[in-house]
Every structure is written in structure tokens, then in C-alpha cells.
């Protein structure tokens, strides 16, 4: 399951425990309440270096993550503690071939395989063509060996 909190970058400090954390840690503990052992990947969109206040406040098994978060923190900080997915910028798929081979790359071969899960930072822009998606998972399969 995925649980997404687009606003939870625009939340001061102070209110993020509040507002996203708390009610995000309620979901899960009454999701696993009811259905046991189910894999939630949160998506606090805008939390940069919070991603991992996130982790812990919530009890999320991976962290969603928009395209500003640095792959390196993100693979030496946060996926000890927790898978992660996303990173891709949408605007790479708009932007020719060749630029979105090396954002493939540049994230697969900087994120551990066993804790990543390949996917765009933020949405699907409106106007991109289906060929460009059909391009995307071409990319990653060519970079993983899938």
C-alpha cells in the first residue's frame, strides 16, 4: 500500500509530527491491526532531509522520494533503515533519449538494487507520450540486466 502526503513538505517543523507523521502512523498501526503484515510506502513529498524523521515517526518499509532528494544521502541514510522509491524527475521523460538513459543510470547505479523500487519522483506530466514510459522501462532494464 501507498500512502502519499503531498503537502507534507509545505508543513513548518513543528507541525509535521501533527499533521503528516502522527495520522500516517494511525493508518498503519490500524491497517496492521486488521490485515497483519502489509508493506506501506509513504510519500511526504518536499521533506528533503525529514525523509528520515519521516522513516521513524511513521514506521513506513519504504520512503518515496521526489527528484530534489541527493541519491547519496538517500542510499547512505535512509535505506539502511528503510527501502526507497522514486527519484526520477518527470521531465526527464520529455526530454530526449539520451538525457533519460543517463538519469536512469545515474539513480540505479546509485541506489542499492534490493532497496530501491525504480519510479518517477512526482507524476506522469501532463502531455507526455506513451513512448516515452515504453522508452523509461526499456532504460532501467538495460541498466539492471533486467
Not at 121 to 128: A, E, F, K, L
Request: proline residues 8%; charged residues 20%; neutral net charge.
Amino acid at each position: 500500500m501507498q500512502i502519499f502526503d503531498s503537502w507534507a513538505g509545505d508543513l513548518p517543523d513543528g507541525l509535521r509530527q501533527r499533521y503528516c507523521f502522527s495520522p500516517i502512523r494511525r493508518i498503519i498501526e490500524g491497517l496492521r491491526a486488521r490485515c497483519g503484515t502489509v508493506p506501506v510506502i509513504g510519500f511526504a513529498r518536499g521533506l528533503g532531509a525529514g525523509h528520515e524523521s519521516f522513516i521513524g515517526a511513521t514506521g513506513v518499509e519504504a520512503c518515496g522520494l521526489e527528484p530534489g532528494v541527493p541519491l547519496d544521502w538517500a542510499a547512505r541514510v535512509l535505506t539502511p533503515v528503510a527501502a526507497v522509491q522514486g527519484n526520477l524527475d518527470p521531465v526527464s521523460l520529455l526530454a530526449g533519449t539520451a538525457r533519460l538513459e543517463r538519469d536512469v543510470e545515474r539513480i540505479v547505479t546509485a541506489l542499492p538494487f534490493a532497496r530501491h523500487v525504480f519510479n518517477l519522483g512526482h507524476g506522469v506530466r501532463p502531455g507526455t507520450p506513451p513512448e516515452a514510459v515504453e522508452r523509461l522501462v526499456k532504460a532501467v532494464r538495460m541498466v539492471d540486466g533486467g
